[in-house]
């Protein structure tokens, strides 16, 4: 089922520090809707092109410092979608650096909007593959965190191969937390909870899984992403764990 459209981002609003537009010519070609998003007006022309051999070779800190501005403790979200997550987090907490990576042009593009409206530098997007971020850029014991929230689950069975819970993927986590750093992944998809676990305890040496206890809600912007959202209105289970190494 093809994504909703999405609300146009306000012309005026300065994006560049928030947005970093990694794979912009490879969503060009795949994204129809990307060649409108990327007009003079909607930001996207006030970020500076980057590729993947200027952020690589970097330390913790240099790449800390290149991405935000300053070097603080830092977590990587996998798939931020609208962006729920990264903007409420960034903003409750302002003493983390958060990098939150989203194939989808457009809504990489959303979620960067997001952040500048709510002015939370702490947070920001790139546009891009995030197996590839993590393989290429993402510096070794660098993360505190990372967050995996209802990945896409390619229902079909040939395509699962392309989940982004795969042993490639998360032994690249592993090796990208600190120690005492935290792997979180939530899925509304028992088989995927069942599955991701087992990879990730197969593939790697992070303890866990723990549970997390569902936690009530006063408003929208308590769940965790739009996704949990969704599911817990429509009073469906919601899996949860997360893993530490």
Do not use: C
Not at 31 to 51: C, F, I, N, S
Not at 200 to 215: A, D, F, H, M
């Amino acid at each position: 089922m093809p994504r909703r459209s999405l609300p146009k981002i306000q012309g005026n609003r300065d994006v560049s520090h928030y947005f970093i537009p990694m794979e912009f010519e490879f969503m060009a070609q795949v994204d129809p809707e990307t060649a409108a998003l990327a007009q003079p007006g909607d930001g996207a022309d006030k970020v500076k092109r980057v590729t993947y051999a200027s952020l690589s070779g970097m330390t913790a800190e240099q790449f800390s410092e290149r991405i935000f501005g300053r070097v603080a403790p830092m977590e990587f979200e996998i798939g931020s979608g609208k962006g729920l997550f990264i903007s409420s987090y960034a903003k409750a907490r302002p003493d983390r650096n958060i990098l939150g990576v989203e194939i989808a042009y457009r809504y990489a593009l959303m979620s960067a909007s997001k952040l500048a409206k709510q002015n939370t530098p702490n947070g920001v997007m790139m546009a891009a593959d995030a197996a590839r971020v993590l393989r290429e850029l993402v510096p070794l014991e660098s993360l505190v965190a990372a967050h995996i929230y209802f990945p896409d689950p390619w229902w079909k069975k040939a395509h699962r191969k392309r989940r982004i819970v795969r042993p490639d993927v998360v032994s690249m986590i592993e090796a990208r937390l600190a120690p005492g750093g935290i792997l979180h992944f939530w899925t509304d998809v028992k088989e995927y909870f069942d599955s991701g676990v087992e990879i990730i305890k197969l593939s790697t040496n992070l303890s866990g899984p723990y549970s997390v206890p569902e936690r009530p809600s006063s408003g929208d912007l308590d769940f965790r992403t739009h996704f949990e959202r969704r599911t817990r209105l429509n009073e469906l289970p919601v899996y949860r764990s997360y893993f530490v190494k």
